[in-house]
């Protein structure tokens, strides 16, 4: 799968807090970091960050503007919408720089200022 096409899926299952969906782009020994949160590694213990990110708020929309690859390395940026549990937007900028093993992913980093949360 080209590298535009694997961001696009990632964040369709991203954007509809599909674990399962998530699962399935992950390495085993995934390395994770998001903003400004210690990072984790596991497949388990990211899928575990992640799911209380979603439930943290209501919904988000990625807006994908660019994505860059360097062999087996993929970077996006875009913006983000999120909203919050009591029904209010906010929106911010991201950048997700991946490297990949076998359309597995084995370094996840994800810049973004999360203060307006």
Not at 21 to 29: K, N
Not at 60 to 65: D, L
Not at 106 to 115: G, K, R, W
Request: hydrophobic fraction near 45%; charged fraction near 25%; include cysteine.
């Amino acid at each position: 799968m080209n590298h535009t096409t694997f961001i696009e899926k990632l964040y369709l299952r991203v954007d509809n807090r599909d674990l399962d969906g998530l699962a399935t782009f992950l390495a085993e020994g995934v390395r994770f970091r998001f903003a400004n949160h210690p990072p984790v590694v596991g497949k388990q213990a990211v899928l575990e960050a992640n799911r209380a990110f979603f439930d943290s708020i209501a919904a988000m929309n990625h807006i994908v503007e660019h994505v860059f690859t360097d062999g087996d390395w993929v970077i996006c940026d875009g913006r983000v919408q999120y909203v919050r549990l009591d029904g209010t937007t906010t929106t911010a900028t991201f950048a997700t720089v991946l490297r990949l093993d076998a359309d597995r992913i084995v370094e996840y980093l994800i810049y973004a200022d999360l203060s307006a949360l």
